[in-house]
């Protein structure tokens, strides 16, 4: 019997790597629309996609894409987990001393526009944003999800990169709000304060 078909015979890892970048942008999308920071998000997807690529076997899990946008995800899914147990334990010190100690407001507190559900999905992203985004926007938030630079997004529909780039963030404000206006479901997980508007978006 024929051993399986492996999807990265002949490349070497950082190849692989190379080859899987866009992946790991399009699992990290929903989370930075919802106000993570772009840098951490895609450091630990990167982080997950190489332990997908060392962990492989294909006689396991026949589609490597789809093994490695959990891989992914659940890595990112442990970095929120584990923002939320450090984001409360700060406070319970801060409830305890009455006091901030060495820990500044950006430390402690968090804004409803930066937070995101584990379960925050592309489909319900799509839905929440409904009606309120211009043609244009919704044209660049369809191409931005499938993990799409700024340039490609750009070159697809004949814009300028600015244009991309500013109405990316027009989607991004609009995402938050809608958060901020009464996303009431249960266990919301806490994540870094919002980037500075000058943050390079991958």
Not at 112 to 141: C, D, M, R, W, Y
Request: aromatic share 8%; charged share 30%.
């Amino acid at each position: 019997m024929d051993a399986p078909f492996h999807p990265f015979d002949g490349l070497c890892e950082d190849q692989v790597v190379a080859k899987y970048a866009r992946l790991v942008r399009t699992v990290i999308r929903p989370y930075f629309l919802s106000g993570g920071d772009v840098d951490d998000l895609y450091q630990e997807g990167m982080i997950g996609l190489l332990k997908a690529i060392r962990a492989y076997d294909p006689q396991r899990s026949p589609c490597f894409e789809a093994y490695a946008a959990a891989c992914i995800r659940n890595r990112i899914f442990d970095t929120l987990r584990h923002q939320e147990r450090e984001w409360e334990r700060r406070l319970h010190r801060v409830d305890e001393s009455s006091s901030l100690f060495d820990y500044s407001a950006d430390d402690i507190l968090s804004d409803p526009e930066t937070e995101v559900l584990a379960s925050e999905s592309v489909q319900e992203i799509k839905a929440a944003l409904s009606g309120l985004l211009s043609a244009f926007e919704a044209s660049v938030l369809k191409s931005y999800l499938r993990g799409l630079t700024v340039s490609e997004i750009a070159a697809e529909l004949g814009r300028p990169a600015k244009s991309v780039d500013n109405a990316i963030r027009r989607i991004r404000r609009k995402f938050a709000q809608h958060l901020s206006q009464g996303d009431n479901r249960n266990h919301p997980v806490r994540i870094k304060p919002t980037p500075q508007e000058g943050t390079k978006e991958r």
